[in-house]
């Protein structure tokens, strides 16, 4: 079992940025590709960003590109998420969530239990 921890969350003025974190308790991490997620109050919950394994390339919801950044350190089993240019539409609990190589694409191994940014205007 993967262990997912999110941290780096909190409250920012829109403009501002933060960058999110999540952990992982698994030594074949490289062979995870992995995604940020993140759903809204009374919204679906929407893709953001997801960097394939051994830090491959790397995809962004259009909502998103130009302003975020996804990252991963394999050394330290942790992945990012620089968000800047921040706006309250960015509004929402942020889920880290990992895919073995051997999954098929449309699904998800296992999920962190999120962490809440909140963008002030």
């Known amino acids: 079992q993967v262990q997912l921890v999110e941290s780096g969350g909190g409250l920012v003025q829109a403009g501002g940025s933060l960058r999110l974190s999540c952990a992982a308790s698994?030594?074949?991490?490289?062979?995870?590709?992995m995604a940020w997620f993140r759903q809204a109050p009374g919204k679906e919950r929407e893709f953001v960003a997801r960097?394939?394994?051994?830090?491959?390339?790397?995809y962004y919801a259009n909502s998103v590109k130009g302003r975020f950044t996804i990252s991963r350190d394999n050394a330290k089993n942790t992945v990012y998420l620089q968000m800047n240019s921040l706006k309250s539409e960015d509004t929402a609990v942020y889920y880290c969530?990992?895919?073995?190589?051997?999954?098929?694409?449309?699904?998800?191994?296992?999920w962190g239990q999120g962490t809440q940014v909140t963008v002030s205007s």
């Open positions: 698994e030594r074949t991490f490289s062979r995870y590709a």
């Open positions: 960097i394939d394994w051994s830090g491959g390339p790397t």
């Open positions: 969530a990992a895919q073995h190589i051997t999954t098929v694409a449309d699904r998800w191994d296992y």
